[in-house]
């Protein structure tokens, strides 16, 4: 069975950092274009960032570009988002998820490319 295991979430301060971590397993993970997005309480769920598989390429939400950063570790089938410079607007439930479907990049909130996903984890933003 395919199972991404995200986990890092938490509770952070304004203008602090979080690290999420999301493991996979029962796929080939270095052929999947990889992606996290994120649900605030009332609100849809977005897409905030992707990394393909082919080149390493990444895209980002412009809400998070520049304080977000995505990485894979395909040896440990394991992908990144290192947060920065957190805001109460960053708060939500983060999803990874993972496309058998695509390799290169993902742009914007296409949940519909993505085939696998994790179960989310809550960040919360405090001031």
């Known amino acids: 069975d395919v199972q991404l295991q995200a986990s890092g979430g938490g509770l952070a301060q304004v203008g602090g950092s979080l690290s999420l971590s999301c493991a996979a397993s029962?796929?080939?993970?270095?052929?999947?274009?990889i992606g996290w997005f994120r649900q605030a309480p009332g609100k849809e769920r977005e897409g905030v960032s992707c990394?393909?598989?082919?080149?390493?390429?990444?895209y980002y939400a412009d809400s998070v570009a520049g304080r977000f950063t995505i990485s894979r570790d395909n040896a440990k089938n394991t992908m990144y988002l290192q947060m920065s410079s957190l805001t109460p607007e960053d708060t939500g439930v983060y999803y990874c998820a993972s496309s058998r479907t695509y390799s290169g990049i993902i742009s914007g909130s296409v949940q519909g490319a993505y085939n696998y996903w994790g179960q989310g984890t809550l960040v919360t933003v405090s001031s």
């Open positions: 990394i393909s598989s082919s080149d390493g390429s990444t």
């Open positions: 029962g796929l080939s993970f270095d052929d999947h274009a």
